[in-house]
């Protein structure tokens, strides 16, 4: 079975810090992804990587990096934590769009973080 | 605008009652597939099925039954008798076919589904 691990299930962290999240994959996938889930608002995609060293933007990513040095680790930081950034992070991983289409991303327990 | 709207925020039901999640995409792509993931309490959200655009032969699987229709741009999701076990946020996602890795979804918002024993 396909592994996601997000470094922390709760995390409090004060306005102005700057915070990592983690995220290590075991299964060897290309493509990662980082979400951020608000009530009413589904999940949204904050940044994702199909390779070592690449990223792209989401549909939210003002306030965030990523980092992906290692192909199993996907790090998202928040430069600044806002109060506004408070939130479910969700991590994800999939195999790179083969022949038979967009694969299934497959999701951490992921972080609920608290900005005070 | 939203390519996947899940218009029923909350749905309750009675243990052993049939449900259907609605889903309803938008996009302009000939080649997507769609997707249903499940969210129980515990947070992680589990892969439950993915559908090209090109079969719209009806899939089920034990208690759960999935219907696609182009013509409605519909991916419904039915449980068959439902158990305390379903209770759970249901997401459905479009992925449209991109010429470059990256494998980008786009989630509906959610449909929480409580089953009341």
């Known amino acids: 079975d396909v592994k996601v691990t997000q470094s922390s299930r709760y995390l409090v962290k004060r306005t102005g810090e700057k915070v990592f999240l983690e995220c290590v994959q075991d299964?060897?996938?290309?493509?990662m992804f980082w979400y951020r889930q608000d009530p009413g608002l589904g999940l949204r995609l904050i940044y994702f990587?199909?390779?070592?060293?690449?990223?792209e933007k989401g549909d939210i990513p003002e306030g965030y990096s990523v980092s992906r040095e290692k192909k199993e680790r996907f790090s998202l930081i928040l430069e600044s934590a806002s109060t506004n950034q408070t939130s479910m992070y969700l991590c994800?991983?999939?195999?790179?769009?083969?022949?038979?289409?967009?694969?299934?991303?497959?999701f951490g327990d992921g972080t609920r973080l608290s900005i005070l | 605008a939203q390519k996947v709207t899940q218009a029923q925020t909350e749905i309750s039901v009675v243990e052993k009652e049939d449900v259907t999640l609605d889903c309803v995409y938008e996009?302009?792509?000939?080649?997507?597939?769609l997707f249903w993931y499940k969210q129980p309490p515990s947070g992680e959200l589990v892969f439950l099925i993915r559908?090209?655009?090109?079969?719209?032969q009806n899939e089920i699987s034990g208690r759960y039954s999935w219907n696609f229709q182009k013509s409605t741009s519909s991916f419904n999701f039915t449980i068959t008798a439902s158990q305390v076990v379903d209770s759970a946020v249901y997401f459905c996602?479009?992925?449209?076919?991109?010429?470059?890795?990256?494998?980008?979804?786009?989630f509906g918002t959610g449909t929480s589904l409580t089953v009341i024993p």
């Open positions: 994800a991983s999939s195999l790179l769009f083969g022949d038979r289409g967009p694969q299934p991303q497959h």
């Open positions: 299964m060897d996938h290309e493509n």
């Open positions: 990587s199909y390779d070592v060293k690449m990223k």
């Open positions: 996009t302009r792509d000939t080649t997507y597939y």
């Open positions: 559908r090209n655009s090109f079969d719209e």
């Open positions: 996602a479009l992925s449209e076919s991109l010429y470059f890795t990256g494998n980008q979804f786009y």
